[in-house]
């Protein structure tokens, strides 16, 4: 038996997100179970299909897929790739399919997620949080296209691991995904990698709902994109409020590496148009309350949020 194959992986959520990084890692000879819903029939039966236009068509024809956490085998490592706004429906199939001091990694977009989580864990489980650099998306069940990048960085938030153990843990977890050929990288501090990401997410989630377009038809209008360039400073700003100094000149260096991707759909585009809720909670309400906190003003994010709440009838009051 090699190492990969001592180690269970399992994927709760199995969406475009724990879709590509199941059957990569599963490709890289690791085991990987996987647990659906409403796509179960036809994974069950026909496996999982990654159309790639990095890898080419990669298809995992018997995958270990179930219904029901509780009959999983146990999983040393749980990626969680649901969406946030399903994260406390999801504690008791963490619970269900993890083994003994299991890692979880939280392999979602937002600020604060692993805050939210770690109060309704066991205590014997460690809580990573994962940040996934990747255009990739859902198409009929069972098949996933993958655009670009790939890319995941991994920072342990909480659980029994010493400072020195974490930082074994969020190496080794990072290992997993270099061996499946993906760049990945063990980071220090996981709010300031989670702020790091904000400054694209915030605007190119919102902004591709309200405007019904791609990231490239933004980055080619002007006044779209010197619009984004604010969200973009206004997350900066926020995070260096709450102490997290990001790299210089960092708007500059996402807008050249947004106009060299694939023309794209960011996710919440995708829950907008399939009608799933959207992550405004994590994405939006949630750096806005801490940046509140740190006495800075985000006032074009928060006209952001006010918007997105309006257009899915959606109270920020309930987030």
Known sequence: MTAQQAIKVGIIGTGAIGGFYGVMLAKAGYEVHYLLRSEYPAVKQN????????????????????????????????????????????????????????????MQNGFGVEDELRPLLSDKLHLLGGLCFICVHRGAPGIIY?????????????????????LAITEEGASLFRNAGLDSKAMANIEQARWQKLVWNIPYNGLSVLLDATTGEMMNNPDARALIADLMQETIDAATACGHQLPDNFVQTMLKATDKMPDYHPS????????????????????????????????????????????VNQPIAEL
């Open 47 to 106: 496996g999982l299909m990654i159309q790639s236009d990095v890898y080419g068509e990669i298809h995992q024809a018997q995958a270990n897929a179930w219904n029901d956490a509780s009959q999983m085998p146990k999983c040393d490592w749980l990626l969680v790739g649901a969406k946030t706004t399903s994260n406390p429906s999801l504690v008791p199939l963490i619970e269900a399919a993890a083994a003994d001091n299991a890692k979880v990694v939280l």
């Open 146 to 166: 993958h655009q670009a990048y790939g890319g995941v960085n991994l920072g342990y938030h909480s659980g029994p691991a010493t400072a020195e153990q974490a």
């Open 268 to 311: 919440m585009y995708h829950d907008f148009t399939h009608q799933r809720p959207l992550e405004l909670k994590g994405i939006y309400a949630a750096p806005l309350a801490a940046a509140k906190e740190a006495g800075c003003s985000m006032p074009k994010v928060e006209m952001l949020l006010q918007s997105l709440a309006f257009k």
